[in-house]
């Protein structure tokens, strides 16, 4: 993207450092069988970071490494793990770290797992390394599957069942989207037409 302030990304590895009074925004989208490993510090004082990762696994074992270091004051990070997994193995290992002398950061982690097929395994847990008092840190779970009541309503709409899974599940990547400052209908566009291929792909 031309924007430095944003970045998509779709490498398997690599690291960021975040400078003060920085706003970064990342889009990471994973598809394929591989470990990922990303690193992002925060080092120099109220700079503010959004992640979202898009994981798409289809017959495919995905290893996710994803680990946020803060190190200095009034520091900002949002992550948000959004997996849709209809076939393989996923397992996302997320990791916070805030050394002992900086307060006044927060820090956001959100993990939503959605179930589209049956032989499908999920794992991961975040750890959290937090060594003071004065600061925030919190984070989700969920793991869930599309209610058959929604397939039917929509299928009596003379939807096909690949066209109503699209419909509904697209509105929690647009949410994410949303989310940004930064970013382009080019981009997004992008990311829809790869999610419909991959809800179609049988």
Same mark, same amino acid.
């Given at each position: 993207?031309?924007?430095?302030?944003?970045?998509?990304?779709?490498? #398997?590895?690599?690291?960021? %450092?975040?400078? @003060?009074?920085?706003? *970064?925004?990342?889009?990471?989208?994973?598809?394929?069988? +591989?470990?990922?490993?990303?690193?992002?510090?925060?080092?120099?004082?109220? #700079? @503010? %970071? *959004?992640?979202?990762?898009?994981?798409?696994?289809?017959?495919?074992?995905?290893?996710?490494?994803?680990?946020?270091?803060?190190? +200095?004051?009034?520091?900002?990070?949002?992550?948000?793990?959004?997996?849709?997994?209809?076939?393989?193995?996923?397992?996302?290992?997320?990791?916070?770290?805030?050394?002992?002398?900086?307060?006044?950061?927060?820090?956001?982690?959100?993990?939503?797992?959605?179930?589209?097929?049956?032989? %499908?395994?999920? #794992?991961?847990?975040? *750890?959290?390394?937090?060594?003071?008092?004065?600061?925030?840190?919190?984070? #989700?779970?969920?793991?869930?599957?599309?209610?058959?009541?929604?397939?039917?309503?929509?299928?009596?709409? +003379?939807? @096909?069942?690949?066209?109503?899974?699209?419909?509904?599940?697209? +509105?929690?990547?647009?949410?994410?989207?949303?989310?940004?400052?930064n970013k382009d209908k080019e981009m997004e566009s992008e990311i829809m037409e790869k999610f419909e291929?991959?809800?179609?792909?049988?």
């Amino acid at each position: 993207m031309s924007n430095k302030n944003f970045i998509f990304n779709t490498n #398997s590895s690599f690291s960021e %450092v975040i400078n @003060s009074g920085e706003l *970064r925004e990342f889009l990471i989208l994973i598809d394929k069988s +591989w470990e990922y490993i990303m690193d992002f510090s925060q080092i120099l004082g109220n #700079s @503010s %970071v *959004r992640i979202v990762v898009l994981i798409m696994c289809d017959n495919s074992k995905i290893k996710l490494n994803i680990k946020n270091y803060i190190n +200095w004051v009034n520091e900002i990070n949002k992550t948000n793990i959004l997996n849709f997994a209809k076939n393989g193995e996923v397992d996302i290992m997320s990791e916070l770290e805030i050394d002992d002398k900086w307060a006044g950061s927060k820090w956001e982690l959100h993990i939503e797992n959605i179930f589209l097929g049956e032989n %499908v395994k999920i #794992s991961g847990v975040p *750890r959290l390394n937090i060594k003071l008092d004065k600061t925030r840190a919190n984070h #989700s779970l969920k793991a869930l599957k599309i209610k058959d009541e929604d397939l039917f309503y929509l299928s009596s709409r +003379w939807l @096909s069942e690949d066209s109503s899974k699209f419909i509904l599940l697209k +509105w929690k990547i647009q949410a994410l989207l949303d989310l940004f400052e930064n970013k382009d209908k080019e981009m997004e566009s992008e990311i829809m037409e790869k999610f419909e291929g991959f809800i179609k792909n049988n």
